[in-house]
């Protein structure tokens, strides 16, 4: 059962920056797609950027040039680099994994970690 560790959360000022982390376990991690999530308080779950076995990137429109998606198998960890904080980013930050990108970017999944806080504030 695969198992998500985020961490790294917190309050920063605009314009700031934070890194998160996603520990995975549970699963044979270097063979699977990850991707990063946020939830803004009345607002739906979207995919925020996504990373392949193979290191390819994608990112939304809102964050790209701004964050950036990272992995290390050796530590069975995915990253997340942000950068130029806004206000808009604040939310709770969570990650997830499957085989398939499509799964990952669909991001219909059952169970998810208890993600991280972001807050972008000053």
């Known amino acids: 059962q695969v198992q998500l560790m985020e961490s790294g959360g917190g309050l920063v000022q605009p314009g700031g920056s934070l890194i998160l982390s996603c520990e995975v376990s549970?699963?044979?991690?270097?063979?699977?797609?990850v991707g990063w999530y946020r939830q803004a308080p009345g607002k739906q779950r979207e995919l925020v950027a996504s990373?392949?076995?193979?290191?390819?990137?994608d990112y939304a429109d809102t964050v790209k040039g701004r964050f950036t998606i990272s992995r290390d198998n050796d530590k069975r960890t995915v990253y997340l680099q942000m950068d130029s904080l806004k206000p808009e980013d604040t939310a709770v930050y969570y990650c997830?994994?499957?085989?398939?990108?499509?799964?990952?970017?669909?991001?219909?999944?059952?169970?998810w970690g208890q993600g991280t806080q972001v807050t972008v504030s000053s």
């Open positions: 549970g699963t044979y991690f270097i063979t699977y797609a």
């Open positions: 990373i392949t076995s193979g290191r390819g990137t």
């Open positions: 997830n994994v499957d085989h398939f990108l499509s799964v990952v970017k669909a991001g219909h999944f059952v169970s």
